[in-house]
Nanobody
Framework: QVQLVESGGGLVQPGGSLRLSCTASGVTISTYGASWHRQGPGLERELVASISGSGTSTTYADSVRGRFTILRDNVANMVYLEMTSLKPEDSSVYYC?????????WGKGTLVTVSS
């Protein structure tokens, strides 16, 4: 059974940093692309960043480019999202996803709140 578990969310002040982790089990993620998404209250889920299976290719939403970094460790079967210069509008539930050829799995999310 494939399971993705996000962790690392919490309350942080504007300008602060957080590192989100996504731990995968029941699957070897090296053959999957991976991505982080977020969904705020009353909003649609949006793509934040994605990374290829090898980790050599990444993409970012315009709103986070230069502030967030997506990383992966295929040996540890984990995906990370390093977030810096956080803004109140970054407050959301953040979800991890792995995907390939129409097959995909989601985690249940971790809450990030940016507030003073």
């Amino acid at each position: 059974q494939v399971q993705l578990v996000e962790s690392g969310g919490g309350l942080v002040q504007p300008g602060g940093s957080l590192r989100l982790s996504c731990t995968a089990s029941g699957v070897t993620i090296s053959t999957y692309g991976a991505s982080w998404h977020r969904q705020g209250p009353g909003l649609e889920r949006e793509l934040v960043a994605s990374i290829s299976g090898s980790g050599t290719s990444t993409t970012y939403a315009d709103s986070v480019r230069g502030r967030f970094t997506i990383l992966r460790d295929n040996v540890a079967n984990m995906v990370y999202l390093e977030m810096t210069s956080l803004k109140p509008e970054d407050s959301s539930v953040y979800y991890c996803k792995i995907f390939k050829l129409g097959e995909y799995y989601w985690g249940k999310g971790t809450l990030v709140t940016v507030s003073s």
